[in-house]
């Protein structure tokens, strides 16, 4: 696979993680940290693989929503427990709860990169 660079999908990118960032330290209200934070995971993971691939849209969309349904199943059995990982950024990587509403969460990050895409706004 050929790796290009893709400005128009990095400033996405970076402005999303400015503001998971920001949801991180400043400790927005639980719907904002709980919730929008999740949403805008996969907007995020989305416009890091588009900038640095050629994946098509959808199957980039498909690949991140997968990835992320599979960290929200990885919470639901523990597994930062089951293998005693320590580290601090592995387990907020991986989370330590498992919540029904994060897939929704992902679901609605997914619909916003279709209608960005879809409006062209990308």
């Known amino acids: 696979m ?3 660079f893709k400005k128009r999908y990095f400033i996405p990118f970076l402005l999303v993680l400015v503001c998971e960032i920001a949801i991180a330290i400043f400790h ?3 719907f904002v940290r709980g919730f929008l934070g999740d949403v805008l995971v996969i907007p995020l993971l989305y416009f890091f693989l588009r900038t640095f691939s050629n994946l098509r849209r959808n199957k980039t969309l498909v690949l991140v929503l997968i990835f992320g ?3 929200e199943i990885l919470q ?3 597994l930062a427990v089951l ?3 320590q580290s601090n950024v592995l387990t907020i990587i991986l989370g ?3 919540d029904w509403t994060d897939l929704i969460a992902y679901v609605l990050g997914g619909i ?3 209608l960005l895409e879809k409006l062209k706004l990308l």
């Open 83 to 85: 293998f005693n990982i």
């Open 69 to 71: 349904c599979i960290v």
């Open 76 to 78: 639901l059995i523990d």
């Open 28 to 30: 927005f209200h639980r």
């Open 96 to 98: 330590n709860t498992f």
């Open 112 to 114: 916003i990169i279709l």
């Open 2 to 4: 050929k790796v290009s």
